[in-house]
């Protein structure tokens, strides 16, 4: 079975630190990887999503960035964060595409940015 | 842009209660709708999902009609448990666009 996992679970960083958060999936070739973020009292937004190794679309401008250096990893990076960059990230995978409708998510990291 | 709106929260129920919780959209073109479900702790769980209109999604109790003319998704279900806490969100793609999500409280 499709398994993915997620980690750092839980982050507490300065500002103008760097970020990496890691995301794997097992058990499926090729997978669609996304990043969402959700922020206090809002939805989920899109931040990133990938359909291949070393394809990435951005949905947002923003301080993040992301990478797909492996078919089942996907990574999230910042080189300096910022106070808003605070808030609940979740990756997520799915075998059609977004308008599938059908993601299956990790668990997410909780980044607090200090 | 397409959005979702949900109901805010939290819905707090006693158990074997009815739930409804509100979710209309607005979209252009003809989206599908979705149900997801997070529980304490967890990642988000697809709960349900509509293709069409006039299409009833259902899973686990749990049931939505996609609503073209009212542009609603509202989801529904006859008596809660209390395993049923946790955080609802309606979306709709085709970029599976997410509401802000509705905390559902159900005590004994």
């Known amino acids: 079975s499709q398994t993915i996992h997620q980690w750092p679970a839980t982050l507490v960083q300065p500002v103008g630190s760097p970020l990496s958060l890691e995301c794997t999936v097992e058990?499926?070739?090729?997978?669609?990887l996304y990043w969402y973020r959700q922020a206090a009292g809002r939805g989920l937004q899109l931040l990133f999503y990938s359909v291949g190794i070393g394809q990435i679309s951005s949905e947002v401008p923003q301080n993040l960035s992301a990478s797909r250096p492996q078919d089942r990893q996907f990574i999230l990076s910042s080189k300096k964060l910022l106070l808003s960059d605070s808030g609940f990230y979740l990756c997520?995978?799915?075998?059609?595409?977004?308008?599938?409708?059908?993601?299956?998510f990790g668990e997410g990291s909780r980044l607090t940015v200090l | 842009g397409d959005s979702v709106t949900q109901m805010e929260g939290p819905v707090t129920l006693s158990e074997e209660a009815f739930l409804t919780i509100n979710c209309t959209y607005t979209a252009t073109g003809y989206p599908s709708l979705f149900w997801y479900v997070q529980y304490p702790g967890e990642g988000l769980q697809l709960l349900l999902k509509?293709?069409?209109?006039?299409d009833k999604g259902s899973n686990k109790g749990f049931e939505a009609t996609y609503r073209k003319e009212t542009t609603s998704f509202h989801l529904e279900k006859g008596s809660v448990q209390v395993s049923d806490s946790a955080v609802y969100f309606c979306?709709?793609?085709?970029?599976?666009?997410f509401g802000t999500g509705t905390r559902l409280q159900v005590f004994p």
């Open positions: 058990g499926t070739s090729n997978p669609n």
């Open positions: 509509a293709t069409k209109a006039d």
């Open positions: 997520a995978w799915s075998v059609g595409g977004l308008s599938t409708g059908e993601l299956f």
């Open positions: 979306a709709l793609t085709d970029k599976l666009i």
